[in-house]
């Protein structure tokens, strides 16, 4: 029997299919599904082990569990293990079974480094059980599940390539010792336990970094006042026109203020002039410029981009979503995919690219492996869920788009000078939009001036007037413009970027999109570049990167690379410790401000002010001995019996995301007000006011009510359902009972799913509540 072995289940029933002309039986091996079937050459089986099916680990050891600071040196000289990823005990039971039986084997897992790794570790788990597979082993490298890729994959086996297996293992491994040393060091130098520890990465901090830049360049902004002058014509048209000052800004009022006062009737045109612009067709999608694209004309982070590219390709819509290449390949069937293309009606208006010989765009990048990004398969995108049918649409588009006609437009603009002041209109209009007709993102609406000829004589509508303005700080990096900073720089890869800023999110470093950096975030990335710089930039990680890539060229050994990084490691920590205790109190002083929620009203109106004079503020407090967090005020103190006692329940942490909203509710302006969601749960946030008696807390618990009585209603229904039909139906199960606890806990409201009963405010003191806790 041929055993051929996929990344994803999908792709081993899209094979089985192809190759057996459909014939394949779906069988069960440990739960997990083998496509097997017979032909002249014999029987096959084809099955998928859902990505890595084991991982790399510290050894067994208390030295390796304990978090310890003297322990990290011993930590990264650790000699690493492999060990069954959680879960894929089942996989690997099946794989084994299979290969017992098999006198071959193929690797058919997907075409990049981190697909060859798991096409060794397959093969590893294989030979384990049946050695005589190991000289057999091929290779089938594809870059689309279509009929034509596989079939030529299959019919033109390779051999496994380790040099790119191991490039991949040296990052699994360099990772995984980076991310265990300095998490450990930072979290007990700033004593973050528990599950508020502080995570660190190779390349998580340096992108974190580029954040924070741009965010110290927005505070450092000084805001500089300046004044525009505006003014409006009447046209013989009947209407009339807003025209713009010559100059641009007004750096001085006083300029501005004689510049109006000169404006005089008539203006008078001085000149109209026009220029065509011709912007050439994109180039073809690769990964990068696919992600900057996606996220940035469909609005959805980098990383939904790919998780949909990645399902587009798992059902044979589109090629392998990652790839460097922007240049079509000869042997793609450009002309067939654009015939079929053309045939939905959404994509008809391309349809004349087939009247002359296609003659794609292309990029600078190629890379032999795969093709860029384009569509393996035509289909009506409404066939396809809300987000994933654009992200296809937007595919086809851009892939139509190369082929296509450059898009001209025409600017024109017109000076008038009235009372010896120039004024100026522009226009745009687009006179062949070109590729533009098919990549409608790219279309932008016509801009028209009336028509205008030069020595016209025309009246002021009005008086000019004037608008001041100030200068504003660069914007905040989106999260395209962050993937596409991040390539530039060498952080990351292809395929990791958009999991490393979703990991600056769920460690609190970030919040909001764009991308925010919370105190925290700011204050670890100040504490790297001042005492551990090497952490904090791009370079130390971007050559290990440059490392890697020698391994997959055959130039260096895993070894190497890895006893390199561990090097790194060890004088990085030692730098560290030198600066440990600034470090530490600085991380401290960045994670006690994202604790502070607003001022405390209560104190406010009291007149009860910090020793400093600064506001009492509302803050989140761990209590020490229930680990239970609550939010108090920072005028709290132990025996004074006249200091402030405001404390309000709060979501946990462990179960909910809470983030700051408003300092003061805009509703009631008693409180903070915060949004919560469900920790590892899709679904929307909600807002909560910490006073109870907020107007929206108290429509928020109307309509709980509304929603718990309409499911008692459904239920009772369903009861009476239930006794009609055991009437009936004499064998009928006994219905599961709903569990009738009152649900005060927390945890049970995560499981429910709604929001959080809080129960009533309580008004002990911070301090009393840690003993019924
Ligand atoms: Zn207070
Ligand atoms: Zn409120």
């Not at 912007?279 to 940035?296: E, I, L, W």
Request: charge should be neutral; hydrophobic fraction near 35%; proline fraction near 7%.
């Amino acid at each position: 029997m041929r055993l051929i072995i996929t990344e994803k289940n999908n792709s081993a029933q899209k094979i089985a299919e192809i190759l057996s002309g459909g014939s394949a039986k779906e069988n069960k091996s440990f739960t997990i599904p083998v496509f097997k079937w017979s032909d002249a050459d014999g029987e096959h089986a084809t099955v998928g082990t859902g990505g890595h099916g084991v991982e790399r680990a510290f050894p067994e050891g208390k030295e390796f569990k304990q978090w310890k600071l003297d322990l990290i040196h011993g930590l990264v000289d650790a000699p690493l293990i492999t060990r069954p990823t959680d879960g894929k005990k089942n996989v690997i039971r099946a794989v084994q079974k299979e290969a017992k039986a098999a006198d071959s084997l193929i690797i058919a897992t997907d075409f990049d480094r981190e697909g060859e790794l798991i096409g060794l570790e397959s093969l590893e788990v294989a030979i384990d059980v049946n050695p005589d597979l190991e000289p057999t082993v091929k290779r089938a490298r594809y870059s689309a599940l279509t009929k034509e890729e596989i079939e030529g994959a299959f019919s033109n086996l390779d051999t496994l390539s380790y040099p790119l297996a191991h490039a991949a293992g040296a990052r699994q491994d360099i990772d995984l010792i980076w991310g265990a040393a300095f998490t450990r060091a930072v979290s007990l130098m700033a004593k973050a336990y528990g599950a508020n520890f502080l995570s660190v990465g190779r390349v998580q901090s340096p992108t974190l970094g580029l954040i924070v830049e741009r965010e110290l360049e927005r505070r450092a902004h000084v805001y500089v006042p300046y004044w525009e002058l505006f003014a409006k014509f009447e046209h013989p048209s009947g209407s009339s026109f807003e025209t713009h000052h010559a100059t641009d800004k007004f750096w001085e009022k006083l300029e501005a203020d004689a510049a109006m006062s000169a404006t005089a009737d008539p203006g008078i045109v001085k000149s109209v002039t026009s220029r065509k612009n011709t912007s050439k067709p994109p180039t073809p999608y690769n990964t990068n410029s696919f992600q900057v694209d996606a996220s940035s004309r469909l609005g959805i982070t980098p990383k939904q981009a790919m998780n949909y590219a990645q399902d587009l390709y798992d059902d044979g819509f589109i090629s392998y979503p990652r790839t460097d290449n922007t240049i079509y390949p000869d042997s793609l069937p450009l002309k067939k995919t654009v015939e079929s293309l053309v045939k939905i009606k959404d994509f008809a208006a391309a349809a004349p690219l087939l009247d002359a010989p296609l003659t794609p765009t292309q990029g600078k990048k190629f890379d032999a492996a795969h093709p860029p990004i384009y569509p393996t398969h035509a289909l009506y995108p409404s066939a396809l869920d809300g987000p994933k049918a654009r992200v296809y649409e937007l595919i086809v588009r851009r892939f139509l788009a190369t082929f296509s006609a450059p898009m001209i437009t025409e600017s024109t603009r017109a000076d008038i000078e009235a009372g010896g002041e120039t004024y100026f209109v522009r226009g745009k209009v687009v006179l062949d939009p070109g590729y533009a007709g098919i990549y409608t993102y790219a279309r932008s609406s016509d801009e028209e001036i009336p028509a205008l000829e030069e020595g016209q004589k025309l009246t002021l509508d009005g008086k000019p007037w004037m608008v001041d303005k100030e200068t504003q700080p660069p914007a905040r990096l989106s999260e395209a413009k962050l993937v596409q900073m991040m390539d530039e720089q060498g952080l990351g890869t292809k395929a990791t970027r958009p999991d490393i800023i979703q990991k600056l999110y769920s460690r609190k470093y970030v919040r909001n999109h764009p991308p925010e950096p919370t105190a925290t975030g700011m204050a670890m990335y100040e504490a790297f570049k001042e005492w551990v710089p090497e952490m904090a930039t791009s370079e130390m990680t971007a050559g290990l990167e440059a490392e890697m890539d020698q391994i997959a060229e055959g130039k260096m050994t895993k070894d190497e690379v890895v006893d390199d990084s561990r090097k790194l490691v060890h004088s990085t920590f030692d730098n560290m410790r030198e600066g440990e205790e600034a470090l530490s109190k600085m991380i401290w002083a960045g994670m006690d401000k994202d604790r502070i929620l607003g001022p405390c009203i209560v104190c406010k109106e009291a007149g009860r002010v910090k020793e400093d004079g600064s506001p009492n503020q509302l803050r989140i407090i761990r209590a020490k001995k229930s680990g239970k967090s609550f939010v108090g005020c920072s005028g709290w103190k132990p025996d004074d019996p006249e200091a402030c006692d405001q404390t309000f329940p709060m979501p946990q942490p462990n179960f909910y995301e809470v983030t700051p909203l408003e300092e003061n509710c805009s509703i009631c302006h008693r409180t903070p007000r915060v949004s919560v969601k469900t920790r590892g749960r899709a679904g929307r946030p909600w807002k909560l006011c910490f006073n109870d008696d907020c107007p929206t807390m108290i429509e928020m618990r109307e309509k709980k009510a509304e929603r718990l009585a309409a499911q008692e209603a459904k239920k009772k229904m369903e009861e009476l359902d239930g006794k009609k039909k055991k009437t009936t139906k004499a064998k009928a199960k006994p219905k599961k009972k709903s569990t009738a606890k009152p649900r005060t806990k927390t945890v049970a409201a995560a499981k429910a799913g709604g929001p959080p009963d809080l129960g009533t405010r309580r008004t002990k003191k911070a301090g009393s509540r840690n003993k019924t806790d």
